[in-house]
């Protein structure tokens, strides 16, 4: 069972290219979001998904698109990147036990720099 | 939307003392109140959670209390061990209609010298 799994590790990007980051879970989760981690500033949500072909935003959104098209996949895209983007990104899932919430399950990051 | 404070932001403990660690939140609909803990370069996980119909949950030696009153939940390590030092981030959050948008405290980080 892997879980969350994200693509890449690493990465290296020139201001103003673009690039996806994956996550894929095999859990069969409803529920997948992104996550920024900045020194000092905790987790901070992106965008989520609710299921297939749902989006929406979340409290840092600018600059970043998703798209939800399977249960498995929640890509996280960069248009055109910033220095600002520099940071560590992770994707997690949780699913649904009726109205009760659930623990989160996090991929192990994607350390992101932007020069 | 949700507020979150944690304190302290640093926690230095000696092997073998206690570490408490206080969240506190706005939003009075929360009644889900979990801790995760991230080791460095690592990735966030669960260690333990807490439903507002519970005042207190113990598992070995971590256990986490709740004040639903005053709007707080604690996280405490007792016998702490090197291996704790990590980055431990609260999460509360209310019931809803089922989607889930955790917002998390900015982190204690917790060093247990030996």
């Known amino acids: ?7 890449p590790k690493f990465q290296v990007l020139k201001t103003g290219q673009s690039m996806t980051l994956q996550c894929a879970q095999d ?3 409803e529920y997948m979001s992104w996550y920024r981690q900045d020194p000092g500033m905790g987790l901070r949500l992106i965008h989520y998904s609710v ?20 249960t498995e996949d929640f ?11 520099t940071s560590v990104y992770f994707c ?11 623990e989160a399950f996090f991929g192990q990051g994607t350390r992101l720099t932007v020069v | ?12 403990v000696q092997e073998g003392d206690s570490a408490v660690i206080k969240c506190t939140y706005s939003d009075s609909a929360s009644n889900y109140f979990p801790w995760y803990k991230q080791e460095l370069g690592k990735r966030p996980q669960l260690i333990i959670d807490i439903r507002s119909n519970v005042g207190e949950k113990k598992d070995q030696r971590i256990a986490v209390t709740l004040n639903k009153t005053a709007k707080h939940f604690s ?21 809803n209609t089922g989607f889930q ?3 998390f405290g900015t982190g204690t980080r917790l060093l247990v010298s030996p």
């Open chain 2, 75 to 95: 996280l405490h390590i007792t016998e702490t061990q090197p291996e704790d030092s990590a980055v431990y981030f609260c999460a509360p959050k209310p019931e």
């Open chain 2, 101 to 103: 948008k955790l917002v």
């Open chain 1, 75 to 85: 890509p996280l895209r960069l248009l055109s990147a910033a220095p600002s983007q």
């Open chain 1, 27 to 29: 859990m069969n989760h």
């Open chain 1, 51 to 70: 299921g297939a072909g749902i989006t929406d935003q979340g409290e840092v959104p600018n600059g970043y698109n998703v798209s939800r098209s399977t």
């Open chain 1, 1 to 7: 069972n892997a879980g969350v799994t994200q693509t």
């Open chain 1, 92 to 102: 997690a899932s949780s699913y649904s036990a009726g109205r009760m919430n659930t």
């Open chain 2, 1 to 12: 939307g949700e507020n979150v404070e944690q304190h302290p932001s640093t926690l230095s």
